[in-house]
């Protein structure tokens, strides 16, 4: 505790006496301030406790009294120390009537207590406090790491909520509440996903105050609602402080700290040990990760090789069973065709941090393998990584139709295969390369090839390519049509709708079958081809389809 005028008062070597505002005597005092001017407001800071003799005061004075008592205060000097025996026996009635009336605790100080004794017992007490402070800092840090090293993030978490008298939360990489400390702050902590995704689009380190001064209060819950706190929470503890953790630009987790009033010194303290030690645990080294990344690219080239032997033996268990239970094979790239400056997997990065935050959550193994300007991914069938990927490309999917989505950092698109096992890895990776492909033509973020297997055929005519080769295949008899000499185009659509039947196509049609049959030769005249041929028939019927869809 810092020191206070009771503090002051109780001090046996200073004799003083409180001659007004006796109820005011617990406020901190910052500093201790001899002023013999008529208005020392200019040169306080706040918090003062300021000692005068009344030299250049008309102290008798009530007007001015009231004047100087009432400058004082509203500079938020605490408490105000007059020297007896000097220039008066005794504190002025006026004086002290206007210190009463302005609630400022006035402290006599008798003439064999100097003033410099007074300021050497603030100076004491602050540095004493300073030193308690530093101590405590050093001691939580101390348990802080203890708990870290025997229970992990859970164990930290308790011990830093312990430290500050109120809650603490630690968010992933995808903004989702990992751990909470007590049981109750998990629902306090999911309430405030909107300030932590804002904090995870600055760069790290960064932090912001959300409630409480200078920040502002999320949404609460209603009074006995779900949300409700326990009887043993917290009152009022809606003043939280947010910091980003991870020593890259992207944040790899974030540290939420909810208490009821702004932190001490002690507790600054033990916050920020509690960064330091999960940031350590959440960013893994540099070179780490890249050995891990090696291995799982000479993993996955085993796959594609047809030697899952070979991929399990070098695995070992760092993939647990991910390589013999079913899997699928994401493949991703950026939308762009041209790569982006720097990092150019920079647009993958939000992707990898859902699906790595899935599978820590859950306990699934998952490899992910930066293979040139794309994103290679293993994941279990079923599982949370592969459900969290779909999500997360749901919601990019969304913000480009509602035209939020253009031009950000991370588009992108998404292949993604069909169940496979370990000695099928080759035919997963080229479907999921076939579903990017048709997810890129498409103008989608992902495709799964079961939708491809399990829908038609005719939404691939799309491709600008496909008409473009329509176009061209029909356009004579277009131009033909377009004349008035008939109506190839439609008699060609009859008959080979109709499997080349010429009374059911002549039907269709309300002409005569040598009619049709008639026009069926100027076709094959017009196009150069035989419709007795069964790729003419086929590349006509799809370039028919593909016209008719635009």
Not at 457 to 480: I, S, T, Y
Not at 494 to 511: K, M, N, T
């Amino acid at each position: 505790m810092p020191p206070t005028l009771a503090s002051l008062v109780h001090h046996s070597a200073l004799k003083l006496t409180v001659r007004a505002g006796g109820d005011r005597l617990d406020v901190p005092v910052r500093w201790a301030h001899v002023s013999e001017l008529a208005d020392p407001v200019p040169y306080m800071e706040g918090g003062e406790l300021l000692l005068i003799t009344a030299l250049k005061l008309d102290a008798e004075d009530p007007q001015a009294m009231r004047r100087y008592v009432r400058r004082l205060a509203g500079a938020g000097v605490v408490g105000l120390g007059f020297a007896v025996g000097v220039a008066y026996d005794e504190i002025p009635k006026a004086l002290v009537e206007a210190a009463e009336e302005e609630c400022l605790p006035l402290l006599e100080v008798p003439r064999r207590t100097p003033f410099l004794a007074i300021s050497k017992a603030v100076s004491a007490a602050i540095a004493a406090d300073q030193y308690r402070a530093v101590t405590a800092g050093f001691a939580a840090q101390r348990e802080l790491t203890k708990q870290a090293l025997a229970a992990g993030p859970q164990g930290l978490l308790s011990a830093l909520a312990a430290q500050v008298d109120g809650w603490a939360a630690l968010y992933d990489a995808s903004g989702s509440v990992v751990a909470a400390a007590p049981e109750w702050a998990g629902r306090r902590a999911g309430r405030l996903t909107a300030e932590v995704e804002r904090l995870r689009e600055r760069p790290t380190p960064a932090s912001a105050v959300v409630g409480g001064p200078g920040g502002s209060a999320p949404a609460q819950g209603g009074a006995g609602g779900k949300d409700a706190k326990p009887a043993d929470a917290p009152e009022n503890a809606d003043r939280v402080e947010l910091h980003s953790l991870g020593a890259g630009r992207r944040p790899r987790a974030t540290l939420a700290v909810g208490t009821a009033a702004a932190l001490g010194t002690a507790e600054r303290y033990a916050v920020h040990s509690a960064i330091a030690l999960l940031t350590l645990t959440t960013e893994r080294s540099r070179s780490l990760q890249a050995a891990e990344q090696r291995l799982g690219a000479a993993v996955l080239r085993m796959l594609l090789a047809g030697e899952p032997d070979h991929a399990r033996a070098v695995a070992g268990d760092l993939y647990g069973e991910l390589l013999d239970a079913p899997f699928r094979v994401l493949v991703a790239e950026p939308a762009s065709a041209a790569k982006p400056a720097g990092d150019p997997l920079a647009a993958l990065a939000g992707l990898v941090d859902v699906a790595e935050s899935a599978a820590a959550r859950s306990g699934e193994a998952v490899l992910v393998v930066p293979e040139g300007g794309r994103l290679v991914a293993l994941a279990a069938d079923g599982g949370a990584a592969v459900a969290a990927c779909t999500r997360y490309a749901a919601a990019r999917e969304g913000k480009r139709a509602g035209g939020s989505g253009d031009g950000d950092e991370d588009a992108m698109v998404v292949g993604l295969s069909a169940p496979a096992g370990p000695i099928a890895a080759a035919a997963a990776y080229k479907q999921a390369e076939q579903a990017l492909s048709v997810a890129r033509r498409r103008g989608r973020v992902l495709v799964e090839h079961e939708q491809l297997a399990a829908g038609s055929v005719l939404p691939l005519l799309a491709d600008d390519a496909v008409k473009a080769f329509a176009d061209g295949l029909l356009r004579a008899l277009r131009e033909h049509d377009a004349t008035g000499r008939g109506d190839l185009v439609a008699s060609l659509r009859a008959w080979l709708s109709r499997h080349g039947q010429w009374d059911a196509a002549a039907a269709d049609l309300g002409v005569h079958r040598h009619t049709l049959r008639y026009r069926m030769r100027r076709v094959e005249e017009i196009l150069g081809r035989s419709l007795d041929d069964p790729d003419a028939r086929m590349e006509l019927w799809l370039a028919l389809k593909a016209t008719s869809a635009e």
